[in-house]
């Protein structure tokens, strides 16, 4: 425990504050890092150059950009809930951190049932995503939300089929307990790397990545943007600071998904505890509170730039197949995974 | 590894000959009589057919028949020489007189002669025996109206579109003859030949040859002066 | 591999079927979407009207005209040698291949023939405009299934062909080189070996559009059995180029007409491909590529010395008489139907551009299938507006 005591609204300051930050650094370091370099690397150009050394500063400069840009409307639109939108969608990002714990006292919350509520408000942003189609008055953003609703409610299915194995595995639903499981356990009696369950769940992990992969609308799950066919779907009207919501909710989404895909299979914030001679939560240090962050944020590029790398490598999948895969393949596969994960929990 | 394609392996084919092309039109007269109204065979390069406009449709079906599945395009000529000259003349200058019989030139037909002002044409091709073949067929100046190719090459569809907005040419069958270019309430047939190309009537084209004086040989070059 | 396509299609027009009855069931309501005239998919400003059930396509209605230029109005008012700057810019991409069949046309009703060195350079240039211009399309084709990647590889590499064209005729787009009885120049020096090295890259080019693409399980499952075009149907509109091959149509303007070009020297290949749907349209593209790459390498070898120009009088007369020439352009088949009455300028030139056709058939090809299939199909029909519009 740390040894401070702070006023609440001291806390609760702390806490809006590291909100902030835990969702706009992982989303401006994806931008910059994927976005920008890993892009054009892979795309045989150079990126961004100038705005700061490497083009550091670019996303400075897109944000300011963004801001100076008129808010345009269209004129049929519904106007309270075009505005709304976006922040509905932001919201649920914000929301979804909540849970996340950086380290052993380094959270904002610390919920019984975290990752269920974590699966929970995720779908919040389906409904801000389809609110923004629908008030567009487009009928591309109609299609794009109308895309973007069946999409996620299907995907959230494998997800949540997925965090199940988890569940079993580590006995709880408490995501720091989850990670104090998988650092504190021991594969077949070794402990030299803990029990990450992304070796032990490897079928949910997989599944796991490939739902969130279609839960963030990346490629090649992004047919509610598609631009080329969708001219960006529900993003065809926006504009102006509210893209940029739509924007900066996209990627701080990417990041906190894989924080908590780092959480629920990597590990989290944690080592293997055998390292530091640690048995359980309660022994570890608190300079975990410092370093945790640290090894959570690498776990997330991690995951983040398989996310990115997939995206910027596949064409994107037709609306039928996407549902079909779904379905007949990730369901069904998880559903095996969480019927054999529980017969061996039984057994062993 | 799979391969992601069969292909079809053939010998290069001969190229069309001449006697081929002879066959093709005997087969069209036998097929539509007196229809076929001229017939001009280059040697070793092209065939045009010439047939009476009422049997249009018909020649198309009695092609296709033969082998000629592939539709290249249909359009029409207006043979009437354009009144406004190639736009080359000084618009300053007196005009011709206009109403003088001397001064309005007579109509030149192609290849395959005509007797009308507007003749459509059409090209098809036969892709197995590497041949084509284009057809002509006066419109007749009352109506101005042909049977449509569509039920016998459904690509005639905007050919033929096409040649309405642009001739004025009607067919007779033909299930939407919309304009495809031009806005819906345009007037006129542009490429009519009296139809004005307005920009070369306000300003005409400063010449013909584009003989430009070469560096060093005219004295009226910009180079000159500035020197 | 037939088995797979088949149950494919099968499996398609089953899941079509089913919809429909669903829809019959619920009177569910249209709706009517304009794909364009400004669309990203369109690359132009083709507009395509789409009637909507769900994301079905009920029918479909290609709008074309917003770019129209009149260039059949435009060249009776020009002289011959100006007519090419006005074709250059039918199929912007494919440039210098536009000029040929006109150039040919006039050449025929003169007839003159340009000396062989000419004949062998335009012959390069006409491949390496393929080669720019189906380059693009494969990067493009990935664009717009949502793959972001191919489109900057395709760039690159299009730009050493580019330059190569720049160096020879001294502009990138619009080269405007081809001259009656010839060409305007002769090749600068060192152009060859330069020409053999960027032959070389787009060979690997194609090697990584292979890999990239087309051997991706994605673009498989989107282009594999979607708008599939029947051989029949294909000719009946007119498909010319890849578009009629990859419904097997074996049907090559360079190789089964005579005309004054240098193919006939080269061994090369015509591909085709049985299956008639995006991806087969889209496969013969890429080995098109390929083959233009072997033509050149074995015309540069070929290169005759001599003149560039043949003896043609300052001012150009082109005697009566009429000619129809079209050459296999990278888009399909354009042709020129030259009427000349013995003047400086056409009486009449027909412009037969391949994408008019080409496009034609979307009214057919698009009935019932999805949005996202729309899409594919117009990547893989391959269109240019100026192509269409003229």
Redesign the interface.
């Known amino acids: 425990m740390i040894a401070v005591d702070l006023p609440y609204w001291a806390q609760s300051l702390l806490r809006v504050l590291g909100g902030t930050v835990a969702v706009l650094l992982p989303a401006g370091t994806i931008v910059y890092l994927f976005l920008f370099k890993m892009m054009s690397f892979m795309q045989s150009r150079l990126g961004p150059m100038e705005a700061g050394p490497y083009g550091s500063m670019q996303l400075f400069a897109e944000v300011g950009k963004w801001l100076q840009k008129e808010d345009i409307q269209p004129e049929n639109a519904d106007k309270r809930v075009f505005k709304i939108a976006p922040l509905v969608v932001l919201v649920s990002t914000f929301l979804l951190v909540a849970v996340v714990p950086f380290g052993p006292d380094a959270y904002f919350t610390d919920f019984e049932a975290g990752i269920f509520y974590a699966l929970a408000v995720s779908s919040v942003s389906v409904l801000g995503i389809l609110i923004a189609g629908w008030s567009s008055a487009n009928k591309y953003s109609l299609l794009g939300g109308l895309r973007a609703a069946g999409q996620l409610i299907a995907y959230e299915l494998p997800m949540v089929l997925a965090v199940i194995g988890v569940v079993i595995q580590a006995g709880t639903m408490n995501l720091n307990q989850i990670v104090a499981a998988q650092n504190a356990g021991s594969m077949f009696g070794w402990d030299g790397l803990g029990n990450p369950y992304v070796l032990t769940q490897f079928v949910g992990f997989v599944v796991f990545m490939i739902a969130i992969q279609a839960e963030l609308t990346q490629a090649p799950f992004d047919m509610p943007i598609a631009e080329s066919e969708l001219v960006s779907g529900y993003m065809t009207e926006y504009s102006g600071f509210r893209f940029l919501i739509f924007f900066i909710a996209e990627f701080a989404t990417v990041g906190v998904f894989t924080l908590i895909a780092s959480v629920l299979f990597l590990g989290g914030w944690g080592v293997p505890f055998a390292w530091f001679g640690w048995e359980s939560l309660g022994d570890v240090d608190n300079w975990m509170n410092v370093v945790g962050p640290l090894v959570m944020i690498t776990k997330m590029l991690a995951l983040s730039g398989i996310v990115m790398w997939v995206r910027f490598s596949y064409p994107r999948l037709r609306e039928d197949q996407l549902q079909r895969f779904a379905w007949k393949v990730l369901i069904p596969v998880s559903v095996v995974n969480i019927m054999v994960t529980a017969i061996l929990k039984v057994a062993f | 590894m799979?391969?992601?394609?069969?292909?079809?392996e053939?010998e290069?084919?001969a190229?069309?000959s001449d006697t081929l092309r002879e066959g093709i039109v005997d087969r069209l007269r036998t097929t539509l009589g007196d229809a076929v109204v001229e017939v001009h065979l280059e040697p070793?390069?092209?065939l045009?057919v010439r047939v009476r406009h009422d049997a249009w449709r018909e020649t198309g079906l009695a092609l296709r028949d033969q082998g000629f599945?592939?539709?290249?395009?249909l359009?029409a000529?207006?043979w009437q020489p354009?009144p406004f000259g190639?736009?080359?003349d000084d618009p300053s200058a007196p005009a011709p007189e206009p109403d003088d019989p001397a001064a309005e030139p007579e109509m030149?037909h192609?290849?395959t002669g005509g007797d009308t002002r507007f003749q459509v044409?059409a090209?098809v091709t036969d892709?197995q025996r590497?041949v084509?073949i284009?057809i002509k067929a006066d419109v007749p100046d009352d109506s101005s109206v042909v049977d449509s190719w569509v039920t016998v090459?459904?690509?005639a569809?905007?050919?033929e579109r096409e040649t309405h907005e642009?001739f004025g040419i009607g067919f007779a069958g033909h299930p939407d003859l919309r304009?495809?270019?031009?806005p819906t309430d345009f007037e006129g047939h542009?490429?009519r030949?009296d139809?004005p190309?307005l920009a070369?009537i306000v300003k005409p084209?400063p010449g013909?040859?584009?003989?430009e004086p070469l560096p060093g040989e005219g004295d009226e070059g910009d180079g000159g002066a500035s020197e | 591999m037939t088995d797979l396509i088949d149950r494919q299609k099968l499996g398609y027009i089953a899941a079509q079927a089913a919809d429909a009855r669903l829809n019959v069931e619920l009177e569910t309501e249209g709706m009517t979407l304009n794909i364009g005239p400004q669309h990203p998919a369109t690359h132009g400003t083709l507009r395509i009207i789409v009637r909507l059930d769900g994301e079905q396509v009920v029918w479909a209605d290609p709008s074309a005209g917003y770019m129209h230029r009149g260039y059949e109005k435009l060249t009776e008012v020009r002289t011959y040698p100006q007519v090419t700057t006005l074709i250059n810019r039918i199929d912007w991409l494919g440039s210098f291949a536009n000029e040929v069949p006109f150039i040919l046309a006039a050449e025929r009703l003169m007839g003159i023939e340009a000396p062989p060195r000419a004949q062998v350079i335009r012959t390069i240039l006409f491949e390496l405009s393929r080669i720019s211009n189906v380059g693009l399309f494969l990067g493009d084709l990935g664009v717009q299934l949502g793959a972001v990647t191919p489109v900057f590889l395709a760039f690159r590499d299009r730009e050493y062909v580019l330059n190569l064209i720049e160096g020879a005729t001294g502009g990138r787009f619009h080269p405007n080189f081809d001259r009656i009885g010839g060409l305007k120049d002769d090749l600068p020096s060192g152009w060859v070996d330069e020409t053999r090295q960027v032959m070389k890259k787009l060979r690997g080019f194609c090697d990584e559009m292979e890999d990239l693409l087309f051997g991706n399980k994605v673009f498989q499952d989107r282009t594999r059995g979607i708008g599939v075009i029947p051989a029949g149907v294909a000719q009946q509109y007119g498909l010319s180029g890849a578009n009629l091959r990859a419904s097997g149509v074996d049907w090559d303007l360079r190789r089964d007409q005579a005309l004054p070009l240098a193919y006939d020297q080269v061994d090369w290949k015509v591909w085709t491909h049985p299956d008639g749907d995006s991806f087969a349209r889209c496969w013969v593209r890429l080995q098109e590529v390929r083959e233009s790459t072997k033509i050149v390498d074995q015309l540069l070898d070929l290169l005759p010395s001599g003149p560039v120009m043949a003896k043609v009088p300052r001012i150009i007369k082109v005697p009566e008489g009429e000619a129809f020439v079209s050459t296999e352009n990278p888009l399909g088949e354009m042709g020129y139907y030259v009427v000349s009455q013995g003047e400086l300028g056409p009486f009449r030139v027909r412009i037969r551009t391949a994408s008019f056709n080409n496009i034609s058939i979307v009214p057919w090809v698009l009935r019932g299938v999805y949005v996202p299939d729309v899409i594919t199909i117009l990547a893989s029909l391959y269109f240019i507006l100026g192509d269409i519009d003229k």
């Open positions: 799979v391969p992601l394609s069969d292909t079809t053939t290069t084919p190229l069309a070793n390069v092209d045009w599945h592939y539709f290249c395009f359009s000529i207006d354009s190639r736009g080359e030149r192609g290849v044409f090209r892709v590497h084509g284009t090459y459904a690509g569809n905007w050919h642009m304009n495809i270019y031009l542009p490429l030949k139809f190309l070369r084209w013909i040859a584009d003989v």
